[in-house]
Every structure is written in structure tokens, then in C-alpha cells.
């Protein structure tokens, strides 16, 4: 009855991901729904969230939350040219969206486009100077043009955003 029913609901919105699914589920064609559920994966280093923010586009292939998280995951999973094409179709969407910058930054970095990189990293600390990642991928374009100072005072800045990051790299 409506207890039951009440329970199970509760049960359901205490899980985002449950929650996300049961969205999906229940309007499988709503790209929000699929890109939330990407998202909550994402959360939780979940990699099947490419698959939802891939399914998101599908129906709207003008979510630029969708274009640059897929980047992101891209990026960690080393399918640097798709991440590099995700950031770039979210640029065009939104050229001013500091965090398609910083993920279009970080995979040009690891794609050794090093003056590329530092260009989209700038752009993004312009737009969002508190960004962390901007930070860090400015560090990592200056150090691999060779310039170890400047690079120190973007990881320290980043240090200083985020200071229980573990990787950072001073």
C-alpha cells in the first residue's frame, strides 16, 4: 500500500544514483536525466558515466555539460583526440565556459600542445581566477614549455585552492 510505497521512495531518493536511473527509466528520451545520472556516476570515479553523458548527447548534442564532462573522463581514461573534440564542441556552444577551458587545456597538455594549452588555461582562470584546475594546467603548460618558476606559483596558487589534493606537483 502507500507505506510500502512511501518506503521504497525514500529508499530511492537517498540514492542519487537510483534516482537518476529511475528518471531515466521513466523518460528514457529527457537528456538531463541522462546526463544527471552521468554526472552522479562521475561522482563516484565511475567511468560508466561516459556512457550517459555519450547517451545525453545523442538526444541533445548541444549540452555542453555533456561535451565537457565527457572530455574530462576522456582525458583520465588517455583518449586524448576525443577529449580534445568534446572540449572543443563545448567551446563552440559556449566559448565562455572556464571549465571546457581548463578540460581542453588538460588534454592539450597531454597531447603536448603546450602553447595551446597554456592559451585555454589562461582563458579559463580569466574567466574563474578561485579555479584550481586552471591553476594547475597553467603549472603544467609552463613546466613543460620550460619555464619551472612560473609554473611554481600556479601549483602553489592550486595548493592554496585546494589544499588536500594529492597529486599536486611542486
Known sequence: ?????TATR???????????????????GNARAHLNLGHVLDLRGNWEALNWYQSALVLDPRSRWAHNNAASIL???????????H????????PVFPMA??????????ANKREEALQHARQALLLRPSMAVAHFEVGNALLNLGRPEEALEHYEAEAKLRPTVADIHC
Not at 500500500?1 to 510505497?5: F, K
Not at 525514500?10 to 528514457?28: G, I, K, Q, T
Not at 577551458?101 to 597531454?110: I, K
Open 1 to 5: 500500500g502507500l507505506v510500502g510505497l
Open 10 to 28: 525514500n529508499v530511492l531518493f537517498a540514492d542519487p544514483v537510483a534516482l537518476w536511473r529511475e528518471a531515466v527509466a521513466r523518460r528514457p
Open 75 to 85: 582525458v583520465d581514461l588517455g583518449r586524448i583526440e576525443e577529449a580534445i573534440l
Open 87 to 94: 572540449a572543443r564542441a563545448a567551446l563552440e556552444i559556449d
Open 101 to 110: 577551458h581548463a578540460n581542453l587545456a588538460s588534454a592539450l597538455n597531454r
